[in-house]
């Protein structure tokens, strides 16, 4: 019995290796990678139509989802402002309000996101440098007449890249957080929105 | 007198109030809901990293999956405080409980081994070697199998408790999460987090009978990720966190049919009944709350708000 199972593992193996994980090495973040954020995550109320995706662009409701969508806007203050809105509002306008809001977190989410997969290749490039330094060192002191000059500016190079590298690192938890808190924004904007759908 | 006190008591609560404990997995601490009122009435710290957590069948023992710690934490629901731990191999993620109380059956995600407790002694009976990352823990309603999901091998594997040895192991699609029998333990349900599906398995012949798949207009096929699941006394209705797609699945638990997606609160992770079924909660990992769900209306009442990442939940008994 305990051989075949061993057996099954082994088979079952290898097809995860490629399929499964986030072995993409431009992707640095714990979180799984999800390009784009979908309406429906978001969303309780009717699904969004033609006519609503162009009501969404009437410059009243693009004018308040461009106040909804920055963060710096506490959610009360967002939400006694969709309240306000809400007032005068139907169904379909509220709906048009959440896609406007929707479009533009996606879309800087998107953009955040590209950043940090630029982020993550240039921490490979450097961290590719850092390693061209140490073998440079390396040859540089198994010289039979060292050349304690160059050694020491190669050092310093060193020793600033490997800095650069691990600040960067520290930071990536952070910058792996930015498209989360958008997500729980776009969430918590949509559903206060929903609230007031009749 | 005594008599008059009590009836008076119980006009002024129509129905049982149960406690409902969540394990908030970066706030570290237990948030403690309300049933009835739907408040939150106490929130107390639970070690690094809690996530499965489940209650002793009189309601007095909490066990805690401190994962970060390599440890179950135990607590008295009377008090909040913690009694002792019990030795749970490295990483513990989920475990489930004897119907009968005792042992704990405990999946270690980073050895690959199920590790049974005795609650009572607080020894470790045995190790079971199991698959890659062994994940979601269920016990068939006899008590016969214990049944673990291994998230990278991809399988259902069936512990006989007399003998803890594997006897089968089903396979299922990618990263399996959660395993639940039905209460006449006729079936076994297992959600595939990235296989998306939910895979139906015949207990007698141990076979894959059915594989419940799921789309949801407006929402990209990758954002759907199944992983906790409920089903109800009478398997009627079957319940699914839908993950990233912050929706929970109904399903028509004869025609295995969905029947609605319910949005609740982002990162949906775990599911609890209350014992009457009237309610079902849902721990939301992102937006920070537990979505309320009326069973019979099939609709979301309420979100409250508890700790940072609320992931694992638990009801306790009337």
């Known amino acids: 019995m305990k051989s075949i199972f061993i057996f099954a593992v082994i088979l079952a193996l290898p097809v995860v290796a490629l399929a499964g994980g986030s072995g993409d090495p431009t992707w640095p973040c714990i979180q799984p990678k999800q390009p784009h954020l979908s309406v429906g995550q978001l969303w309780s109320g009717p699904p969004p139509d033609a006519a609503v995706e162009i009501l969404a662009q009437r410059a009243d409701i693009a004018a308040l989802a461009q106040v909804l969508e920055q963060r710096r806007l506490p959610m009360e203050e967002a939400e006694v402002q969709i309240a306000a809105f809400a007032k005068e509002a139907s169904a379909q306008e509220l709906t048009a309000l959440f896609v406007a809001v929707f479009d533009r977190i996606d879309a800087y989410r998107t953009r955040i996101m590209a950043g940090v997969e630029r982020y993550a290749e240039k921490q490979l490039t450097l961290s590719a440098q850092i390693e061209a330094r140490r073998a440079e060192m390396a040859r540089l002191s198994a010289a039979l007449d060292p050349d304690f000059d160059k050694m020491d500016a190669e050092e310093e190079r060193l020793d600033w890249d490997v800095r650069i590298f691990t600040d960067r690192q520290a930071q990536l938890t952070y910058v792996c957080e930015t498209p989360v808190i958008l997500e729980q924004r776009a969430f918590a904007l949509g559903r206060a929105i929903a609230a007031h759908l009749p | 007198m005594r008599l008059a006190a009590l009836s008076l008591v119980l006009l002024a609560h129509p129905a049982l109030a149960n406690k409902v404990y969540i394990t ?132 259902a594997h ?37 296989g998306g599906t939910v895979a139906v398995i015949d207990v007698a012949t141990k076979e894959v009978v059915h594989k419940i798949g799921f789309e949801i207009p407006g929402v990209l096929p990758e954002a759907i990720q199944p992983v906790g699941l409920k089903i109800t006394q009478d398997g009627s209705r079957i319940f699914v966190a839908l993950g990233p797609a912050n929706r929970v699945a109904v399903i028509d638990g004869t025609t295995f049919e969905v029947l609605d997606y319910l949005l609740v609160g982002q990162r949906v992770w775990q599911l609890a009944f209350t014992p009457d079924e009237s309610l079902l909660f849902t721990t939301n990992g992102n937006s920070n709350d537990v979505s ?24 306790g008994p009337d």
């Not at chain 2, 908030?24 to 106490?42: F, P």
């Not at chain 2, 040895?165 to 990263?175: G, K, P, S, T």
């Not at chain 2, 309320?292 to 009801?315: C, F, H, K, L, Y």
Request: negative net charge; contains cysteine.
């Open chain 2, 24 to 155: 908030n997995e970066k706030g570290n601490d237990i948030t403690v809901l309300e049933s009835e009122t739907l408040e939150v009435i106490a929130t107390f710290p639970a070690g690094n990293r809690p996530r499965g957590i489940t209650i002793s069948p009189d309601g007095k023992e909490l066990y805690v999956c401190a994962s970060d710690d390599d440890t179950v934490r135990v607590f008295e629901t009377e008090t909040y405080t913690e009694t002792h731990t019990l030795p749970s191999g490295p990483d513990p993620e989920l475990f489930v409980l004897h119907p009968s109380g005792n042992p704990l059956y405990i999946a270690n995600e980073d050895d690959n081994l199920v590790t049974i407790v005795d609650v009572q002694s607080h020894r470790m009976l045995a190790e079971v070697p199991v698959g890659v990352e062994p994940e979601g823990m269920a016990i068939s309603p006899d008590g016969a199998f214990v049944v673990n999901t291994s998230e990278t091998t991809n399988m």
């Open chain 2, 158 to 194: 069936f512990i006989d408790t007399a003998t803890s040895q594997i006897v089968a192991n089903v396979l299922v699609d990618q990263r399996p999460r959660y395993a639940q029998f039905t209460s006449d333990g006729k079936l076994l349900f297992v959600t595939a987090e990235i």
């Open chain 2, 292 to 315: 309320v769900i009326d069973v019979a209306a099939g609709e979301v009442i309420r979100s409250v708000p508890v700790g940072q990442q609320p992931w694992g939940i638990v009801v």
